[in-house]
């Protein structure tokens, strides 16, 4: 798969799966945008993709801030003269019991996870409309849209959205050539992957447990235009983890 020439943001991109899909997509020719809240990873990752030969520019964005994505989105198209993947990847956990949640902890998570992916896309969708070739969204939501441990309100309940999110943008901005799908990773190690236990690994179907190029994957295939009939879709990728029946004995 090439992105020669496309102009791909992703959100969230300073550490972790958002870093990954930054990476695949700049080592396939993409000029990328590092959307981030934290300056120094954005930095960071921005330079190592072009200390790689890559194309990357850092732009500051808090997901959480209207006026942060609209300026986000601006600045893309002044630098790179058009976008044509948004990444929506940005987000934050918080597991606390449902009894002691704040309003302004749920409100933060859904801020950061769920509104900001409607925002982003209302504002990415201004520019790509104007684009004959339209342009693809990718929403990260997660397998705790289709089931929970406890503790995990607010978090489970921005990923469910995340999913819905999803094929509404899609319906909505169908006929604008935007295609909207949505990724759900299972568990995607993002730190020392040496450091995982054997059992970490065997619990999974697929024997292993994931890592964020699996997920830059994913991202890719339903961002690649040959794959104009897919929109609206929703993709688990969780090494089979939320196929497995459990009996406990
Ligand atoms: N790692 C997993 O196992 C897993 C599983 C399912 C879903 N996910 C989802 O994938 C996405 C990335 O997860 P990760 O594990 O890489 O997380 P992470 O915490 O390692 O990275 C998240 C990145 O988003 C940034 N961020 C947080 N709030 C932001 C804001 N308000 N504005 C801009 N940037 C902000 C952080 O600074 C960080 O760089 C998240 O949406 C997460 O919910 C992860």
């Keep these: 798969m090439s992105f020669k020439g496309k102009v791909v943001i992703v959100t969230g991109a300073g550490q972790g799966i958002g870093r990954g899909v930054a990476e695949a997509y700049a080592n396939r020719g993409a000029c990328v945008v590092v959307a981030e809240r934290?300056?120094?990873?954005?930095?960071?990752?921005?330079?190592?993709?072009?200390?790689?030969?890559?194309?990357?520019?850092?732009?500051?964005?808090?997901?959480?801030?209207?006026?942060?994505?609209?300026?986000?989105?601006?600045?893309?198209?002044?630098?790179?003269?058009?976008?044509?993947?948004?990444?929506?990847?940005?987000?934050?956990?918080?597991?606390?019991?449902?009894?002691?949640?704040?309003?302004?902890?749920?409100?933060?998570?859904?801020?950061?996870?769920?509104r900001s992916v409607f925002l982003a896309s209302r504002e990415v969708a201004k520019v790509m409309k104007r684009q004959p070739e339209g342009g693809a969204i990718v929403n990260i939501s997660s397998t705790r849209s289709l089931m929970s441990e406890p503790n995990s309100e607010a978090y489970a309940a921005s990923k469910g959205a995340i999913v819905s999110l999803s094929h509404?943008?899609?319906?909505?901005?169908?006929?604008?050539?935007?295609?909207?799908?949505?990724?759900?990773?299972?568990?995607?190690?993002?730190?020392?992957?040496?450091a995982l236990r054997d059992l970490d690994h065997r619990q999974h179907p697929a024997g292993r447990v994931g890592t964020p190029e699996d997920i830059a994957r994913a991202c890719m295939y339903f961002t690649d235009p040959d794959n104009s009939f897919v929109t609206g879709a929703h993709l688990v990728v969780d090494g089979g983890m939320t196929r497995k029946m459990i009996y406990e004995e």
Excluded at 41 to 62: F, L, P
Excluded at 81 to 97: E, Y
Excluded at 176 to 191: A, F, K, L, M, Q
């Design 168 to 194: 509404a943008l899609a319906v909505s901005y169908g006929e604008n050539h935007i295609r909207v799908n949505c990724v759900s990773p299972g568990w995607i190690e993002t730190g020392d992957y040496s």
């Design 38 to 114: 934290n300056e120094q990873t954005g930095n960071a990752v921005a330079e190592s993709i072009q200390g790689m030969g890559g194309q990357a520019s850092y732009i500051r964005c808090d997901v959480r801030e209207e006026e942060d994505i609209q300026r986000l989105i601006l600045e893309s198209e002044r630098l790179y003269g058009r976008i044509d993947i948004l990444i929506n990847n940005a987000g934050v956990s918080r597991f606390k019991s449902p009894d002691e949640l704040t309003v302004e902890e749920w409100d933060d998570v859904l801020n950061t996870n769920v």
